[in-house]
Every structure is written in C-alpha cells, then in structure tokens.
C-alpha cells in the first residue's frame, strides 16, 4: 500500500529565533519513500540538515521575526501488515546486551526509573521475562490510564501520569518505557505518523503519534500502550529516550504556535 501524510505548521516569532525541527521521515524507512517530504518554508530561509546521536534528520533554520510557515507532504510505501508479534521473543540478561542498547535502560527526563522500580517488580517480576512481561506492562498502562487531549501537558513525566491516571499518546509511551527499564529491559520512545488505517477512523483532528519499541531477542518490537493493539502503516520519524530527545520543534526564543494540520492517509485508487 501507499500512505500520503505531511504537515502545515505555522509559527510566530517575535524576533529572529533559531530553531530545530525534527519532522522528517526516518533514515531507515529511506528506501519506502515515494514521494521526498521535502521541508519548505514560506518565508523561505536558509535550511541546514544534520543527523542527531539517535539517528534522527534534524534541520536547523532561523525563523524571522513574525509568521513562518513550515510544511511538507510525502508518500511512502508500506507493507500494510500490522505490528509484528512475537509471543516467544526474550529478555535478555543485561551483560548480554548490545553495548548501543544500554542507555535506553537508563533513566531520563520524563522516565524516572528510579522511583517506579518497586513497583515495576511487585507487580511485573513473576511475569515470564520477555514478550508476555511487555505485554503485561503495557496492558496494565492501557488500563490504567485514561486518554484525554485537553488534559495534555508537557511537563509530565511517566511518574505523573502513574499517580493522576490522565494521558496523551506520549504520556501512555513514556510510563510504559520506565516501567521497561524498571525491570531491565532496553525501551525507546517514538514520534511519528500513525492513520487511522484497518481501524474506525477517529473523529478527532490528526495529530503526530507516540509509541515505543523495546528489545527482545536481538532485535527492536514496537508495543503501543495507547491503543493496544497492532496497527497498521505507523512510519516513524523520531526515536530518543524520552520525547525530551525527539520533539518536532526546539525553538530558541519565544513564538506562538498559531496553526498546526497533520495527515496521514492511505492512497486509494
């Protein structure tokens, strides 16, 4: 199949301001990609691309002083098939572990592991390591939490979201990836687009997405506390620690978000 998504932001500065935007497709899905997202900007200023330390296409532009709008539009091919399941997937022992894998063990901005280890280990440790005990954390966050956009914040962190049950996607992802590391298993968090494809589509205005993957077995699964359920068509952008790592602006002075559209639609016909 084919999926089209982009976006159309707008920003208003009131001084030049510098900023990085972490929106394009991830290098890995480089050979799906149809139709570049090409990053343009209206007005338009200089753009300078780099790779971050997690792999990420990050640009780096100098917004003027009032409106800037950026956008872009891609179409990329996908299998169409859900997330993989593999119910037989283990844990590793953590001496075991790829080097690269160890410092998504580590706490960090939003996952305090620290303070949700004993918990993670009264309730999770008898469950058989590997695929059944991320099925059991992540089970047990879907039902725990309750999912609210108007009760977004960014300043919450996995530990907030544990004691106020209140959640967007990235609050389900990041109580999940510190529950994960509680218990030693690698977990890294996820930006990207995710459609309403083999699902009824969700009235609500479209919005990048949040997820995360951990690994089992020698290799990266993805898991989705939010939704609980494999999906299909889920492209990602960003992978970091936290969504500290992966947010799609950093904007180096002050500005006002004054439009935000996002899509992701399967191309039929």
């Known amino acids: 199949m084919q999926i089209r998504v982009g976006y159309d932001l707008i920003y208003e500065c009131c001084q030049p301001t510098p900023m990085i935007v972490t929106l394009n497709i991830h290098p890995d899905r480089a050979g799906?990609?149809?139709?570049?997202?090409?990053?343009?900007?209206?007005?338009?200023?200089?753009?300078?691309?780099?790779?971050d330390g997690y792999g990420n296409k990050c640009t780096r532009l100098v917004a003027p002083a009032g409106q800037i709008r950026i956008g872009a539009e891609a179409v990329v091919r996908d299998s169409g098939f859900p997330d993989p399941v593999a119910e037989d997937a283990q844990q590793l022992a953590v001496?075991?572990?790829?080097?690269?894998?160890?410092?998504?063990?580590?706490?960090?901005?939003?996952?305090?592991?620290?303070?949700?280890a004993g918990f993670a280990w009264a309730k999770f440790g008898d469950v058989a390591g590997g695929w059944q005990r991320v099925q059991a954390v992540v089970d047990f966050v879907h039902d725990h939490l309750r999912f609210s956009y108007p009760d977004a914040r960014p300043t919450r962190t996995a530990l907030d979201a544990f004691t106020e049950g209140k959640a967007v996607c990235r609050d389900f992802a990041h109580l999940s990836i510190t529950l994960c590391r509680a218990l030693n298993i690698p977990a890294r968090y996820c930006t990207g687009y995710l459609g309403d494809i083999g699902v009824p589509?969700?009235?609500?205005?479209?919005?990048?997405?949040?997820?995360?993957?951990?690994?089992?077995?020698?290799?990266?699964?993805?898991?989705?506390?939010?939704?609980?359920?494999?999906?299909?068509?889920?492209?990602v952008i960003a992978r970091g620690r936290d969504a500290s790592d992966v947010a799609i602006t950093s904007t180096f002075g002050p500005h006002q978000l004054r439009q935000f559209k996002v899509w992701t639609d399967e191309v039929v016909g």
């Open 32 to 51: 799906d990609i149809i139709v570049p997202d090409t990053m343009s900007t209206d007005p338009q200023v200089p753009l300078t691309h780099y790779m």
């Open 95 to 116: 001496e075991e572990l790829p080097h690269e894998t160890l410092v998504y063990l580590l706490g960090s901005r939003y996952c305090e592991t620290d303070r949700l």
């Open 201 to 235: 589509r969700d009235p609500a205005p479209m919005d990048f997405s949040a997820w995360f993957e951990v690994f089992l077995g020698g290799r990266w699964y993805t898991f989705d506390a939010r939704h609980n359920t494999p999906r299909i068509g889920r492209i």
